[in-house]
């Protein structure tokens, strides 16, 4: 193909368009590099942090004991140490703790979470479900150190319950009923209406269309939000601070009674005045984070199932 | 699942369940019916007989009402936030608008298959097939899911494409697949009437021939309406044709109504001579 002749005017136009785009292209890298450097330091932040407390963590679990690197099994067979201990005790206390107070209040929590979600999605119109879904995230938004002072005046100033367990499970309870509402709402949200039309057009009564058809399709985001609750509420500390009065020493599995925590405990360990104890904490912050990340991993395998697309 | 003793067939000696009879349609007959959304008239005082085993079509330009009134066919248009409708839709006899008549029970007689196949995404073809039956409670002894399954899906023209993967996920058809196996979850519940909201519009035309045919054996145990925007599909399939427009107020009227054969030849009204020569819509 022949070439069309270029003007002497349309060539300076065109270097001036090549000036241009090598600019163009400087710029591009320029932005790039920023917005890298920024992700950088987001990243790292979290990596630092992860770093940290596994290292320190790690030298608790496996101690180098006269030159040689063994397993502290007690770490987690034990319950705590009291200031000055000559053993500084493990985590099993806490693991209990934390892992009983967290089934009581997703076991309160979870239905009303999910009741809440299905009748926001699929009932509430206008004027109430608004009202309905800022209270909600009102909810979600709290300081956790309220919902730590609301159960104690509420349960403990007045003597219904004591410090225990069962105060702390429910300043858990306050905690995740509203994750679970709101993403699990965004959730059934995600379902088209033409699903449960074709539930209705063939005769089936409301509810068993939400049950039956609505909520089996999203199951695996359903699953993901109570299990994102669950992880977010197995990190508190402030409802349980003012509730449990758990100790270091024992390990209690009534609920009735005070109870510690993986958090209570870090915090104690933390800001002991013994270096040993002070060790103890980052035991415990790693066996912490670990459990979060199960629940991570679990909300992975989850989604990653059972994903509905359309 | 016929729901009302009066109008049971008697059952023909040899024939073992209710799925094999050959039943006639009913007549759906619908007087003074007014469709709002919140305040406003979506459709304004139709009057209508539809007749029993014959395909009528309802035709008209985009947002003339067809949709919204054949949803108010099986009370579907009141699931609509805000939406109702007024007036007189009788089945057989009974009004479904009666103040005690129960939305569930019609939808069961009247069923209804949408414009977009809806297959339920996480149940096999089998179970999308017997959702109807299997998902309303109640007894569910005297069923033969597997008989079930075959005739709706034989009766819908699929069997014979799924019979090896009745397993598989409904999702896994392709679409005029998915909408036969619609119409097959929609008479599995035995219903008389079979509403369509523009059944082929998200087809290929080979699968809205297969659509079509398939219409023509359904009519012999079905009353079907059906809306479609297409005038070739209303006049290849449907025995009536309505045709409905929107006034200025945007409130759909029904304009006219007769034969297909009628209303394509020699239609009465000028509107409906505009619309079907071309001139608008």
């Given at each position: ?57 790690l ?118 009923i ?73 390990t ?9 925590s ?6 104690n ?42 | 699942?016929?729901?009302?003793p ?108 949408f ?49 090896n ?12 697949q ?56 209303a ?17 759909g ?29």
């Amino acid at each position: 193909m022949a070439q069309p002749t270029i003007s002497l005017d349309h060539r300076t136009l065109l270097s001036a368009e090549l000036a241009r785009y090598a600019t163009r292209r400087v710029t591009n890298s320029i932005v790039r590099i920023i917005l890298l450097i920024l992700t950088a330091i987001a990243v790292l932040t979290l990596l630092v942090i992860v770093g940290y407390v596994v290292l320190n963590g790690l030298s608790t679990l496996f101690p180098v004991v006269d030159g040689h690197l063994t397993f502290n099994v007690g770490f987690f067979t034990k319950p705590g140490s009291a200031p000055g201990d000559e053993d500084p005790g493990g985590v099993f206390n806490g693991i209990v703790g934390t892992l009983e107070m967290l089934a009581i209040g997703a076991f309160i929590a979870v239905p009303i979470g999910l009741g809440t979600a299905i009748y926001l999605s699929e009932y509430a119109v206008g004027r109430l479900g608004r009202i309905v879904r800022f209270i909600i995230d009102l909810l979600a938004g709290l300081p956790s150190v309220l919902v730590g002072l609301f159960i104690w005046m509420v349960f403990i100033h007045t003597r219904i319950l004591d410090f225990s367990g069962l105060a702390g499970a429910l300043g858990l309870m306050i905690i995740i009923i509203p994750i679970v509402a709101s993403s699990v709402e965004a959730i059934l949200r995600l379902v088209p209406d033409s699903l449960r039309e074709a539930g209705l057009a063939l005769g089936l009564a409301k509810w068993r269309v939400i049950l039956r058809i609505v909520l089996p399709t999203v199951s695996g985001g359903v699953a993901t939000g109570i299990l994102l609750s669950l992880a977010r509420a197995a990190g508190e500390t402030a409802p349980l601070l003012l509730t449990t009065a758990g100790s270091t020493l024992f390990t209690n599995t009534d609920p009735l009674k005070p109870m510690t925590s993986l958090t209570l405990q870090i915090y104690n360990y933390a800001t002991s005045a013994y270096p040993a104890q002070n060790q103890q904490a980052w035991g415990n912050a790693l066996v912490l984070i670990s459990v979060i990340a199960m629940f991570s991993a679990a909300v992975r395998y989850v989604t990653g199932r059972n994903r509905y697309d359309q | 699942m016929t729901n009302s003793p009066m109008i049971a067939p008697p059952v023909p000696a040899g024939v073992s369940t209710k799925h094999n009879i050959t039943r006639k349609g009913i007549a759906l007959t619908v007087r003074n019916l007014n469709a709002y959304y919140g305040t406003s008239l979506a459709v304004g005082d139709v009057t209508l007989d539809f007749s029993p085993n014959t395909i009528t079509a309802l035709i008209g330009p985009s947002g003339c009402g067809k949709s919204t009134l054949i949803r108010c066919f099986n009370r579907m248009h009141e699931v609509l936030r805000g939406a109702h409708a007024e007036g007189e839709v009788i089945l057989d006899g009974d009004n479904i608008y009666a103040p005690d008549a129960d939305p569930v029970r019609i939808r069961r007689r009247i069923g209804m298959v949408f414009q977009k196949p809806n297959p339920f995404p996480t149940m096999s073809i089998y179970n999308n097939v017997i959702a109807g039956l299997k998902l309303n409670g109640g007894s569910h002894s005297g069923i033969n899911y597997d008989e079930v399954v075959e005739n709706s899906l034989r009766q819908a023209a699929l069997w014979d494409e799924v019979k090896n993967k009745l397993k598989d996920s409904g999702a896994s058809l392709s679409g005029g697949q998915q909408q036969r196996l619609c119409i097959a979850r929609a008479i599995a519940v035995d219903p008389e009437v079979l509403l369509l909201d523009e059944p082929c519009s998200a087809l290929d035309p080979i699968a809205t021939l297969k659509i079509e045919e398939l219409l023509q054996q359904l009519v012999e145990k079905y009353t079907i309406i059906m809306v479609t925007h297409n005038m070739q599909q209303a006049a290849r399939c449907s025995e009536k044709t309505a045709f409905m427009l929107a006034d200025d107020k945007r409130v759909g009227h029904l304009v006219e109504y007769t034969a297909t054969s009628e209303i394509f030849t020699r239609p009465k009204d000028k509107r409906t001579e505009d619309y079907i020569s071309g001139r608008f819509g």
